[in-house]
């Protein structure tokens, strides 16, 4: 009975040997004539085959993401591959390369370019940023007429502009700043010829003039003779009277203008020569009304207040001056 059994097991044992070795045998035909394998499928058509089904992926993804040139920001694509796992007989070949290819016919990339903005018109196209921001700051450090006006924008489009160089887009964009112009006033001669002594001579004593002189305008007081000012670096050699801009200022006394023109910090100013080597400046006009050598009689409009030149604010800069020496007008007037 016991030896019965014996030999009953271990015909059992030879058989299940038996059929573990055929197992072994089977896995290894299929090992040495298939390899695991992915189908690829797009839009539910077989496109092929792929042994290497994560590195596809990422190159898919990477292209997504990147595109294949430098102005794509991105591809968009609609129908991304299925996988089916499945065993590949040897001879026939993955084409990994083929489907990456068809996989990019169906996208659509989407590309990424700036547009230059004047008054928010799009006038031209860069590759970049730092090309658009290049041509933004040429035109500013040209001092462009219009560079409030001009603005950079991020774009992105199906379609690829023409791009411009960043030297012709400066070219093609800069406006000049128009140049401030001379208005020129009555006399068409030579109004700027002329000697004027702009010497901060001054004395604090009464000489007498021999003239008497009237007042050019009326209006307030808002700097003395002899002042010191932030404004300026050196003592006031007049009198400063405030009024509204384009106030006629008539001549203190009557005599022959020796200047009229624009003199430094006195902005546009007219000189009248009197007699006794007398002399009154009227500095800072807004309108020069005579010219040098014209003959002013007393209380002729010679010129209209402003603040041209070192001013602040719309006044008359009086001065008396005798032999090229300032006194105080404070003396003779106001
Ligand atoms: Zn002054």
Known sequence: MLKKLLLHTRRSIRI???ILLSILIIIGLVILFYRPTYKVYINGEQVGYTENKSKLQSKINDYIENGDSENVAYVQIDSLPEYEMCLLKKGETANDDEIFEKVKSQGTPYY???AILENQEEKMYVSNFTEAETVVNSLKEKESNNIDNITIAEKYDTELKDFISTEEAVAKLYVEKPKPVEVKVASTSSSSSGYVNTATTISGGKASL????IRPVSGVITSRFAAS???RSSAHTGLDIATSTGTPIKAAASGTVSFSGTK??????VVINHTNGVQTYYGHCSKLY????QKVSQGETIAAVGSTGNSTGPHLHLEIRINGVAYNPQNYLY
């Open 16 to 18: 299940i040997t038996l």
């Open 112 to 114: 990424r370019y700036y």
């Open 210 to 213: 021999g003239i008497s002189l």
């Open 229 to 231: 000012s932030r404004i």
């Open 264 to 269: 430094g910090s006195y902005g546009k100013l």
């Open 290 to 293: 005579v010219s040098a050598g």
